[in-house]
DNA sequence: CTTAGGG
DNA sequence: CCCTAAG
């Protein structure tokens, strides 16, 4: 039989030699796999990457605490001028952004807090604050609690101000089509605070934020375009059929979820590095950054509950800040997960303008669902085309709670966690039209009345917590998964965020978490379906309401409350079992391929070639599926369970298995590898 | 971090 | 899937 297909095409470095590729190439042969990375071509940012994309960078270089290398150098003796230095950096940043979309990050203080407090920000680092003053200090507004703090021992109050969809309807809508809205965080300082220093600089918006929506040509949104398309085309895949082929680069689910890049670029962002340990950053919403790890919450992961317990992948890759992000490691996640001190934030809601102005031609049906009814594009033809552009988020409030020994460093490290979480995963987007929020996902733009002619002040964009309250409510984990992200969100919007790996192919998906990723990577992933938009497929889903903001934040405003809630709900910090994602057909075709060509024992790299975007299977996964498969091949079929596999693909699991067990035999010897081209044949 | 295996 | 031992 001909197995390998041997192309001397592979991806490892050596790779073309001869025949197939070498079942096992000596690591040093192997190219730098941290540099491997893929990127994708065609992707473009978003706001929401951008976003995330300084706050990573802010964080990256915020000090050597964060860094490995620079460990050495904590940041420890914050001097009036290290934070403005800090400010600086941000700055440039910023400046420096590639996209120049950004938003700025201010730091406020409460006005009626303390002044030490800005003091103590400013000058130094260590606050040296009486934790009771402050705690003290909270606003009224703010239902978020002083006690936890006094536990943790941080000196900054929380604060949190829930605010209601109202609210973020809002201000969303305000008007003005430029204004700009910085990400503010709150750090322990109140949000109003009188005064603040930007770290970051509005950018120019201008310069062409990717295309959050607006692509012209291509007519659907650019980025997200396929994914939409899909999502509506195949509300689901039948479970035995195989729908698409995973293959190689694309398959896998968790594109959806736009989340995922931004999630995990908070995690790897940081390291938890212990020299800052003190602050950890947790955030209100139990899920937001649970998820924001996992980073999908679509399928299977519902939402909060299931995240990502174990730091596996997902959280591990965070191509932000590191290349070698890919492999980054759990240990971070998991200190982090321990030291963490809280930071809470409140959801972060935002609201983006955008304009809208003529467009081509092309149909935005992507968004809707398939079943739209009434018009479809009966206008005129003209202009379908509705482009928008986002001037950028804000990001209403953060808490963040750190301990005044922390060093400015780790407040960086902190507030970009938070902020990386917030985009990561606990957001979703939505859409407003004159105000209104417009819950229907299945409406084509049209039909909600954003039409080219009208947009430009009338639409506006939201950030909501993404979290689902309960995830109880979930039944079948598969077909509600997405649904309660979806639901409400704006198809755009969701798309938006993506991309992440494009990028600079920093930022992986991994992270399931947030919103829906869109990277391009994904195109071809969704095999399973996880997300229909449309929602269509699922009655019970039904969009039911988990409108996400609503159900979410009552639980969660209580910030005290809500720290050790967490905590005794479940606390999946350290450990749940990672939810069961069966593997579907397409996936095992996907497998099977991969080791066909490739062999047993090079899981990372099967891993890389056809699940890269898959962020949950990770190279262990693969190998015991493979085991599992080898196992099924066996065994008759009577004593098969789950999903049927097609017997095709257990007779090349079986034949892949029996050529390259025998490669490794032959291999031990002292086979020159030559000979295997020889059995192949 | 990866692999390989056992649980 | 998880966990661990070994590289």
């Known amino acids: 039989m001909v197995f390998p297909k041997r192309s001397t095409s592979e991806m490892e470095s050596g790779g073309g030699s001869h025949v197939a590729e070498m079942p096992r190439v000596p690591k040093s042969a192997r190219g730098k796999r941290s540099i491997r990375k893929k990127e994708s071509p065609g992707q473009m940012m978003c706001a929401f990457d951008l976003l995330a994309s300084v706050a990573g960078k802010l964080l990256d270089e915020g000090d050597g605490s964060l860094g490995n290398t620079s460990a050495a150098a904590p940041v420890v003796d914050a001097s009036p001028k290290d934070?403005?230095?800090?400010?600086?950096?941000?700055?440039?940043?910023?400046?420096?952004?590639?996209?120049?979309?950004v938003s700025h990050i201010a730091f406020q203080r409460p006005a009626n807090h303390h002044a030490r407090k800005g003091e103590d920000?400013?000058?130094?680092?260590?606050?040296?604050?009486?934790?009771?003053?402050?705690?003290?200090?909270?606003d009224k507004e703010s239902s978020m609690i002083s006690c936890s703090k006094a536990e943790l021992g941080c000196n900054f109050a929380a604060i949190a101000d829930r605010w209601s969809p109202e609210s973020v309807e809002?201000?969303?809508?305000?008007?003005?089509?430029?204004?700009?809205?910085?990400?503010?965080?709150?750090?322990g300082f109140h949000k109003n605070a009188p005064d603040m220093f930007n770290l970051l600089d509005p950018m120019d918006v201008d310069v062409k934020p990717p295309p959050l929506v607006s692509s012209d040509s291509t007519g659907e949104m650019p980025l997200y375009g396929n994914k939409i398309r899909r999502s509506t085309s195949f509300p689901r895949v039948p479970k035995g059929g195989m729908g698409f082929t995973v293959d190689r680069d694309e398959d896998d689910d968790d594109k959806s979820s736009g989340c995922t890049h931004p999630i995990t670029a908070t995690n790897k962002g940081f390291r938890p590095n212990c020299t800052a340990g003190h602050s950890s950053v947790k955030k209100l919403?139990?899920?937001?950054?649970?998820?924001?790890?996992?980073?999908?919450?679509?399928?299977?992961?519902?939402?909060c509950s299931d995240v990502d317990r174990k730091p596996s992948f997902r959280n591990k890759k965070m191509y932000y800040t590191r290349q070698r992000t890919q492999r980054s490691t759990f240990k971070r996640r998991k200190m982090f997960d321990r030291h963490s001190a809280l930071v809470s934030e409140e959801y972060a809601k935002s609201n983006a303008k955008f304009t809208a102005r003529d467009s081509h031609p092309a149909s935005l049906e992507a968004n809707k669902g398939t079943n739209s009814m009434a018009f479809q594009k009966s206008h005129e033809t003209d202009d379908c085309h509705v482009k928008l552009r986002i001037k950028s988020f804000k990001v209403p409030e953060l808490l963040i709670e750190i301990p005044e020994t922390a060093t400015v460093g780790s407040l960086k490290k902190t507030v970009l966690e938070a902020v990386n979480a917030i985009l990561g995963g606990g957001l979703r987007v939505g859409v407003l039209h004159h105000g209104k929020k417009v819950r229907d996902d299945n409406k084509t733009l049209m039909q909600a009345g954003i039409a080219h002619d009208d947009v430009l002040d009338n639409l506006g964009f939201s950030l909501e917590p993404n979290c689902t309250p309960h995830p109880s409510q979930h039944s079948p984990p598969e077909d509600t998964e997405f649904l309660e992200t979806v639901d409400t969100t704006e198809p755009l919007a969701r798309i938006a965020p993506t991309d992440s790996s494009s990028k600079h192919g920093e930022i992986d998906a991994s992270q399931e978490l947030a919103l829906a990723p869109l990277s391009a990577n994904y195109q071809g992933n969704d095999h399973d379906s996880v997300y229909s938009p449309g929602g269509m497929s699922s009655p019970d889903k039904a969009s039911t309401n988990w409108r996400a903001i609503v159900p979410v934040t009552p639980a969660y405003s209580n910030a005290g409350a809500i720290v050790p809630a967490n905590k005794a709900k479940r606390s999946p910090e350290q450990g749940q079992r990672r939810i069961r994602r069966p593997f579907s057909v397409s996936e095992v075709e996907a497998l099977v391929l991969a080791v066909e060509k490739l062999g047993t024992g090079r899981w990372r790299d099967v891993k890389l070639r056809a699940f890269d975007n898959a962020k949950h299977r990770t190279y262990v996964d693969l190998k015991d599926k493979w085991k599992t498969l080898v196992h099924t091949a066996s065994i008759s079929p009577q004593q098969r369970r789950g999903e049927p596999v097609p017997q095709e693909l257990l007779d090349r699991v079986l034949a892949a298995q029996a050529y390259w067990s025998q490669q490794q035999t032959k291999l031990q010897p002292k086979t020159p590898p030559l000979a295997e081209s020889r059995l192949l044949t």
């Open 121 to 138: 920000l400013e000058g130094s680092h260590p606050l040296n604050e009486d934790p009771k003053a402050k705690s003290g200090t909270l």
């Open 170 to 187: 809002s201000g969303a809508c305000t008007g003005d089509a430029v204004a700009n809205v910085m990400p503010m965080i709150t750090a």
């Open 83 to 101: 934070v403005k230095q800090f400010k600086n950096e941000v700055m440039d940043q910023d400046s420096c952004n590639e996209s120049a979309l």
């Open 285 to 303: 919403l139990a899920c937001k950054y649970r998820k924001v790890a996992p980073a999908r919450m679509h399928k299977g992961d519902l939402s």
